[in-house]
């Protein structure tokens, strides 16, 4: 079995390479990644001389490059996490999303066309479904919740959604679609949220808060996510949707604050700042299709997973500061410099 993963040098596409190898010992993984400023050859370094991993430095949107590539390896699976995945990057610059993430959608899924291959799996997001009203606590997004996006990052994913199933229909692709909350864990890029938190507190820094910090995310450790792609890929109906989310929400603020405490900083170092444009409210997942068929389950509790990633972070100083040394340095004073 030879399983191309896109995007597996950024945060959840390593850590389903190094779940995959564990799992499946006589599995092939081909790694495929442009190495934008979200992926990090240096998160890999553990397994670069395995036998059975490839990393290959490509664009998904390389034609000419992603058909060589199948010629070459022969993929049984495709699983395609390659994606600009940051909502304020995508309404400073929202170009390369619709690039990527759907023109690349489409580049990966007409080379499974033209080689054949048994799955091609689409990690989507729970943000194609917009936002709930913080009002209404009995309210979930299930698979038949309609799509209604809110940023630019959130309608190109939308759009690799629908692309994804007109393949199916159209031209009998076997495909699957995951549609996650948020994750965390180790090897989260430092400038979303609880990587962001945990590395300023570090650095006596502010912390940021978007308005009142009162936003909802239903958040997942990153293991229980790798887990569910990989019982969807093996055991998922073909042409179906899977939500996965764990019922954890939480505020922002409630997150900031945990993290001061957790790491003996104060919370005067919270800064409130001027709000993300068209912030969505609340995020907030039915994951009862992928329990009820697939026997899907989280793991962690968010108490155990946090106290984890904190210890991560604290290990690896690392693999952080020499992100947040580098280019990120830039983009954080444009972000948060007259914010
Ligand atoms: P990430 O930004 O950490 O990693 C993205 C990876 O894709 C990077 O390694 C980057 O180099 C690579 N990449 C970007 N453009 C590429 C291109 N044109 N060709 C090849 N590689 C390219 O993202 P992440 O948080 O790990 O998210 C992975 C996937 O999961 C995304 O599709 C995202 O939409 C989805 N998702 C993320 C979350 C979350 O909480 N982070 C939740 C649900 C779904
Ligand atoms: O829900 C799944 C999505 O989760 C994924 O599809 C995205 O790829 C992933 O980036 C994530 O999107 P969010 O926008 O929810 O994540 P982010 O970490 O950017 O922000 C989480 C919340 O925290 C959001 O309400 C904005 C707020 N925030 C974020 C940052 C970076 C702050 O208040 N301050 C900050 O500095």
């Known amino acids: 079995m030879t399983i191309i993963v896109t995007g597996g040098a950024g945060f959840i596409g390593s850590n389903f390479i190094f779940h995959m190898l564990d799992a499946h010992t006589d599995y092939r993984i081909v790694c495929l990644d442009k190495l934008t400023y979200a992926g990090n050859l240096s998160t890999l370094a553990s397994i670069m001389d395995k036998p059975n991993f490839r990393f290959v430095k490509l664009d998904i949107c390389d034609r000419e490059g992603v058909y060589k590539l199948f010629e070459e390896e022969h993929p049984d699976i495709v699983v395609n996490f390659a994606a600009e995945s940051h909502v304020d990057r995508s309404i400073e610059n929202p ?7 759907i023109l690349g959608t489409q580049v990966l899924m007409d080379a499974c066309r033209k080689y054949g291959i048994t799955r091609y799996h689409q990690v989507s997001t729970d943000e194609v479904y917009g936002d709930l ?14 799509i209604h996006t809110s940023s630019p990052y959130s309608a190109s994913k939308a759009s690799a959604d629908l692309l ?30 609880i990587p962001l938190m945990i590395a300023n507190c570090l650095n006596d820094k502010p912390l940021p808060v978007y308005g009142k910090g009162e936003n909802v995310r239903d958040w997942l450790y990153v293991e229980d996510h790798c887990r569910a792609i990989d019982l969807i890929i093996h055991n998922g109906r073909v042409g179906e949707v899977y939500n ?18 957790k790491l003996g900083k104060p919370e005067s170092l919270i800064t409130y700042v001027t709000d993300r444009k068209g912030h969505d409210m609340r995020y907030a997942i039915d994951p009862t299709k992928i329990h009820n068929e697939l026997g899907w389950l989280p793991e962690t509790k968010f108490a155990d997973g946090i106290e984890k990633t904190i210890k991560w972070y604290l290990d690896n100083r690392d693999w952080w500061e020499t992100i947040i040394s580098g280019e990120y340095r830039e983009y954080y004073e444009k972000m948060y410099g007259n914010r």
């Not at 170009?95 to 993430?101: K, P, S």
């Not at 009203?133 to 309609?146: A, I, K, V």
């Not at 996965?244 to 405490?261: F, P, R, T």
Request: charged share 20%.
């Open 164 to 193: 994804v199933l007109a393949y199916h229909r159209t031209y009998g692709l076997p495909v699957t679609i995951s549609r996650c909350s948020n994750n965390y864990g180790p090897y989260h890029f430092p400038e979303k949220l």
């Open 244 to 261: 996965v989310g764990g019922h954890n929400e939480m505020k922002n603020i409630d997150i900031v604050k945990l993290i001061c405490q």
């Open 95 to 101: 170009e390369v999303f619709l690039q990527t993430n």
């Open 133 to 146: 009203p913080l009002d209404r606590p009995d309210l979930f997004f299930t698979e038949e919740t309609p």
